[in-house]
């Protein structure tokens, strides 16, 4: 299972970005779907995870500000980020596990996409 992921780039504070990772290849069904972060110098955290049922959870620094969201028919995450800060600065990337069609369990690790905070 392949993914792609899109959306970083450069915005000023208060700004919003959109990011999107697209899940390919051999999928049963997917069960979690997560974005995480590393900003630099910093150990890579969870920002927002989605898991089957459409339970959601954020880290406290991001509630009221990020949504994640998924498209089952596209195997697609979204990270809607708004009221982004400074210290919102990192590469963040997509974190996906589910179930192969072969029934074997998968997990994968998209690219990265540096989203930088700043005037």
């Known amino acids: 299972v392949q993914l792609q992921a899109f959306g970083g780039g450069l915005v000023q504070p208060g700004g919003s970005l959109r990011l999107s990772c697209a899940a390919s290849?051999?999928?049963?069904?997917?069960?979690?779907m997560d974005w995480y972060r590393q900003a630099p110098g910093k150990q890579r955290e969870l920002v927002a995870g989605l898991i089957t049922g459409g339970s959601t959870d954020y880290r406290d620094s991001v509630k009221g500000r990020f949504t994640i969201s998924r498209d089952n028919a596209k195997n697609t995450v979204y990270l809607q980020m708004n009221s982004l800060k400074p210290e919102d600065t990192a590469v963040y990337s997509c974190?996906?596990?589910?179930?192969?069609?072969?029934?074997?369990?998968?997990?994968?690790w998209g690219q990265g996409t540096l989203v930088t905070v700043s005037s």
């Open positions: 974190y996906v596990a589910g179930i192969s069609l072969d029934y074997r369990g998968f997990s994968s």
């Open positions: 290849g051999s999928i049963l069904r997917i069960n979690t």
